[in-house]
């Protein structure tokens, strides 16, 4: 919760001690950016954990130049795998697997930082067991919020524990708010919030031209380098349906309150309208070290190798509305977003299915939002879920949208015979 005002912005004056950083998702985009910003700061931060799901190669080459007390992978052979080679390196890192595991290192005494850097769904239980640990948790994994925005804000204030946001656009309204602000908490001097939205790769693409585009262009973001699932997520403009209801569980915000906001050249990161009319932003390069050593370090700021901002080169910045028509999943996301309950649950269930199978080349970019408007419709909405009933719901979307892809498929095998 944010309860703590700065004294001063030099990061060497209260506890001093080094404080221990766990990283889930290590081996991902957030992670090697995570590892970059410790490692400029040995005096003040150390690896305590690295997670991955099965990427043993780079696991191996971070615990060899981290030396984290624990690693884990969530796969079973791919542990035994870098176990083999940390032995044979003779490390002193202690190997383990499974779910069981990656709770077990997000909620270790040792830690104090919790970078959340999983993708999707799979990062909820470990997310939320360093917030019941009462963990400083740098949020980036926004699908688990997505899903259980209410049980992360309740659990976080019943254990202390610190939520931080690490996408770059809520880490840039959180810097925007009045000093007095909780997270989770509306405040009465908040009248909007602008979510900045680069456009993606499609950005000007047609709505007949999207029909065939491809992975891989929808991999390569104009601005930002990323994991391939919220590639794809800021291609079809889910990513800002996601984070439309990621900033209302930070920010106690109404959807109303949230304005999204085109802007291809991503050095507004997003802004806060106060009530009398002030209109703060944050600015800077689209790279994600800067959110991360910002909540790392704060509240106090620390250098995150991020090149300076030239204005001077960027010259000038352009805003447009975004267009519905052409990309649906951000209307479905709005909808969703208004309908509360358990609609983000299904929303990002079917969304993480149908990304899946666009990557694998079974379905087209458009038939994405299709998926996901079927699972929506093919479910009641309860309101005021548990996380069991949130996880019943979210296993039952992923059946509904996996069934409607393998119709679909049958349909177009049909059609061309
Ligand atoms: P990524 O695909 O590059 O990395 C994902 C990491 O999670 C990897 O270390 C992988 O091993 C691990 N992982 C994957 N599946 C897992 C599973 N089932 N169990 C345990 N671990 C698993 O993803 P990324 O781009 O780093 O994104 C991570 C999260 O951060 C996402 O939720 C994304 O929306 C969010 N985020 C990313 C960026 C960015 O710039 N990349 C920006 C804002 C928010
Ligand atoms: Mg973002």
């Not at 202690?94 to 930082?113: D, F, Y």
């Given at each position: 919760?944010?309860?703590?005002?700065?004294?001063?912005?030099?990061?060497?004056?209260?506890?001093?001690?080094?404080?221990?950083?766990?990283?889930?998702?290590?081996?991902?985009?957030?992670?090697?950016?995570?590892?970059?910003?410790?490692?400029?700061?040995?005096?003040?931060?150390?690896?305590?954990?690295?997670?991955?799901?099965?990427?043993?190669?780079?696991?191996?080459?971070?615990?060899?130049?981290?030396?984290?007390?624990?690693a884990?992978?969530?796969?079973?052979?791919?542990?035994?795998?870098?176990?083999?080679?940390?032995?044979?390196?003779?490390?002193?890192?202690?190997?383990?697997?499974?779910?069981?595991?990656?709770?077990?290192?997000?909620?270790?005494?040792?830690?104090?930082?919790?970078?959340?850097?999983?993708?999707?769904?799979?990062?909820?239980?470990?997310?939320?067991?360093?917030?019941?640990?009462?963990?400083?948790?740098?949020?980036?994994?926004?699908e688990?919020?997505?899903?259980?925005?209410?049980?992360?804000?309740?659990?976080?204030?019943?254990?202390?524990?610190?939520?931080?946001?690490?996408?770059?656009?809520?880490?840039?309204?959180?810097?925007?708010?009045?000093?007095?602000?909780?997270?989770?908490?509306?405040?009465?001097?908040?009248?909007?919030?602008?979510?900045t939205?680069?456009?993606g790769?499609?950005?000007?693409?047609?709505?007949?031209?999207l029909?065939?585009?491809?992975?891989?262009?929808?991999?390569?973001?104009?601005?930002?380098?990323?994991?391939?699932?919220?590639?794809?997520?800021?291609?079809?403009?889910?990513?800002?349906?996601?984070?439309?209801?990621e900033?209302?569980?930070?920010?106690?915000?109404?959807?109303?309150?949230?304005?999204?906001?085109?802007?291809?050249?991503?050095?507004?990161?997003?802004?806060?309208?106060?009530?009398?009319g002030?209109?703060?932003?944050?600015?800077?390069?689209?790279?994600?070290?800067?959110?991360?050593?910002?909540?790392?370090?704060?509240?106090?700021?620390?250098?995150?190798?991020?090149?300076?901002?030239?204005?001077?080169?960027?010259a000038?910045?352009?805003?447009?509305p975004?267009?519905?028509?052409?990309?649906?999943?951000?209307?479905?996301?709005?909808?969703?977003?208004?309908?509360?309950?358990?609609?983000?649950?299904?929303?990002?269930?079917?969304?993480?299915?149908?990304?899946?199978?666009?990557?694998?080349?079974?379905?087209?970019?458009?038939?994405?939002?299709?998926v996901?408007?079927?699972?929506?419709?093919?479910?009641?909405?309860?309101?005021?879920?548990?996380?069991?009933?949130?996880?019943?719901?979210?296993?039952?979307?992923?059946?509904?949208?996996?069934?409607?892809?393998?119709?679909?498929?049958?349909?177009?095998?049909?059609?061309?015979?």
């Amino acid at each position: 919760m944010k309860t703590k005002t700065p004294k001063d912005d030099h990061p060497h004056d209260e506890e001093d001690a080094i404080q221990g950083v766990a990283i889930l998702g290590s081996t991902g985009s957030i992670g090697v950016s995570t590892l970059d910003v410790l490692a400029r700061h040995p005096q003040r931060f150390r690896v305590t954990a690295l997670t991955a799901n099965s990427q043993v190669e780079r696991m191996f080459e971070q615990c060899r130049r981290f030396t984290p007390e624990k690693a884990v992978m969530l796969n079973l052979q791919a542990a035994d795998i870098l176990k083999a080679k940390i032995n044979q390196a003779g490390l002193a890192v202690e190997v383990l697997s499974g779910m069981e595991a990656l709770k077990q290192v997000a909620a270790s005494p040792q830690t104090r930082i919790v970078m959340a850097a999983i993708v999707g769904a799979a990062g909820l239980q470990p997310t939320l067991a360093a917030v019941r640990a009462g963990k400083r948790v740098l949020l980036a994994n926004k699908e688990p919020l997505v899903m259980s925005g209410n049980i992360f804000i309740e659990e976080a204030r019943k254990a202390g524990a610190e939520l931080l946001p690490i996408d770059s656009e809520h880490n840039a309204i959180f810097q925007c708010m009045p000093y007095n602000y909780r997270t989770g908490e509306s405040h009465t001097a908040v009248r909007r919030i602008f979510l900045t939205c680069s456009g993606g790769p499609f950005r000007t693409t047609s709505l007949a031209a999207l029909a065939d585009v491809t992975p891989e262009q929808a991999c390569a973001h104009p601005n930002w380098a990323m994991g391939r699932k919220i590639s794809v997520d800021s291609a079809t403009l889910m990513n800002k349906g996601l984070e439309l209801i990621e900033a209302c569980w930070l920010f106690g915000v109404t959807p109303e309150q949230v304005e999204i906001v085109i802007h291809p050249q991503s050095v507004i990161h997003s802004m806060v309208e106060y009530l009398d009319g002030s209109v703060l932003a944050q600015l800077g390069n689209p790279d994600m070290r800067t959110p991360i050593a910002h909540a790392l370090a704060w509240p106090y700021r620390v250098d995150s190798g991020v090149k300076k901002l030239d204005l001077f080169d960027i010259a000038h910045l352009d805003f447009e509305p975004p267009d519905l028509d052409r990309f649906p999943c951000l209307r479905l996301a709005c909808e969703a977003a208004h309908a509360g309950g358990t609609a983000p649950v299904v929303l990002n269930a079917a969304n993480e299915v149908a990304v899946e199978a666009f990557l694998d080349h079974q379905i087209r970019f458009t038939d994405i939002p299709q998926v996901i408007e079927h699972a929506l419709s093919h479910t009641s909405l309860g309101l005021n879920a548990d996380l069991e009933t949130i996880l019943k719901e979210d296993a039952m979307a992923r059946g509904t949208a996996r069934q409607f892809i393998t119709d679909m498929k049958h349909d177009v095998k049909r059609e061309a015979s």
